[in-house]
């Protein structure tokens, strides 16, 4: 059995007239023109499970897949022959089609900051389904008892000094966690959308926006201290992720994790998400308990710590794609003049081609990539209204077990 999963950031989708950021809105002709693109890239993606970023009201995403449903039919009609001619048969005629979602589930999780109000909208997540979910979706966001995030004292200061600490209380954006069937197996999927590198910026009581936000009186300091910020607020999300996806692991069960992670592959929290990679030997290691220096880990140990290390990884599908393939580029992003990718599907060890005991294969990996500009074309500005972000998908294949 063939299945495919997607990731499809689609860049503010909300209805018109609805103000989400201050002063940014779309007209109804903006609306229908957003509407219409992002049909059209479902249909292209053509995927099984899409997990989608940045949705502001779930009747807006409901609007484009009843229209990408609508255009799937009509170019069945067009390209699929009846039964009654000889080679309706042919294969080709197979992978002309799209499979509409008249009968596919839809989980939207909206973000638990977003009030409604104008201007100060906060977009939440959401996952298709063409084969429908298990149980009900889970939402993660805010935690009845904050995490706390202490920091160890350094070494070589007097006396037991204070080191500080981050407190979390609620991720910038939910993460939703749903259990898809597929075929005999039940696979437990999150979609999410870590914050982003856009700095945040504290605004002083009485003030009405932050020092740093004024460009016309540039503070590097204020601005660099913003980008911290984010960045550990990041890594914080990131953890929480882990989190769920360890304790899923541990259950046995089968994971798959997608969505905008607002970094690259080997940036500190895409690695927090993915886990640990297995040290080469642990032979080599001093042992934790060392008393000496031919204190390391055993042949046995060496083993048991490696398989508890990959037990609980994941891995980037396009990396798996591209160590098949030689393909030497996927980008998903650009700014700047940078281009890479920061969306990403990764997939646990039951996917791993290395694996015996895996329960599929996977055979593609695809990236909707040709609207993306890095600002400095002339249709730069057709960017609004189309996602900034490429769309990914892997394409697998159950095995017989």
Request: aromatic fraction near 10%; charge should be negative.
């Amino acid at each position: 059995m063939e299945f495919s999963l997607a990731s499809f950031n689609v860049k503010n989708l909300i209805g018109p007239d609805r103000e989400y950021y201050e002063f940014q809105s779309y007209t109804p002709e903006e609306y229908a023109w957003k509407r219409n693109w992002v049909a059209n890239q479902i249909v292209d993606l053509d995927a099984d499970v899409i997990g989608f970023q940045e949705i502001f009201e779930e009747e807006a995403l409901v609007d484009v897949i009843e229209e990408a449903s609508t255009r799937a039919h009509a170019l069945n009609q067009a390209v699929i022959p009846d039964r009654g001619k000889a080679y309706h048969r042919k294969v080709i005629f197979r992978k002309l089609g799209v499979e509409p979602y008249d009968e596919a589930a839809l989980a939207f999780a909206p973000n638990a900051a977003d009030t409604g109000l104008p201007g100060k909208r906060r977009p939440g997540v959401a996952v298709l389904s063409r084969f429908g979910f298990s149980g009900d979706p889970e939402v993660i966001q805010d935690f009845d008892t904050p995490i706390e995030i202490p920091f160890q004292p350094l070494r070589g200061l007097d006396g037991d000094l204070e080191a500080g600490g981050f407190l979390l209380h609620r991720l910038s954006r939910p993460i939703l966690k749903v259990r898809i069937p597929v075929g005999g197996v039940t696979l437990t999927l999150f979609n999410c959308h870590l914050k982003s590198k856009l700095g945040e910026y504290i605004v002083p009581p009485g003030a009405d926006y932050a020092p740093e936000e004024d460009l016309t009186r540039y503070d590097p300091e204020g601005r660099a201290m913003g980008a911290l910020r984010a960045a550990v607020r990041r890594m914080a999300e990131a953890w929480v992720l882990r989190r769920e996806i360890v304790a899923e692991l541990d259950a046995g069960n089968p994971v798959a994790v997608m969505g905008d992670f607002n970094d690259g592959e080997h940036a500190v929290s895409s690695e927090i998400v993915s886990g640990e990679v297995p040290f080469r030997n642990y032979q080599w290691m001093l042992r934790h308990d060392a008393e000496s220096y031919s204190d390391r880990y055993s042949a046995d140990e060496a083993r048991d710590i490696d398989a508890a290390v990959e037990r609980f990884r994941l891995h980037s599908a396009e990396k798996l794609f591209v160590r098949r393939s030689l393909r030497d580029m996927v980008y998903t992003t650009a700014f700047a003049g940078v281009f890479e990718s920061i969306d990403q599907i990764y997939l646990s060890r039951h996917f791993h081609p290395d694996n015996a005991a895996r329960i599929a294969d996977m055979e593609y990996f695809s990236v909707l990539n040709d609207h993306i500009t890095d600002g400095s074309h002339p249709e730069a500005p057709y960017n609004k209204l189309a996602s900034d972000h490429g769309q990914i998908k892997a394409h697998l294949r159950l095995r017989d077990l």
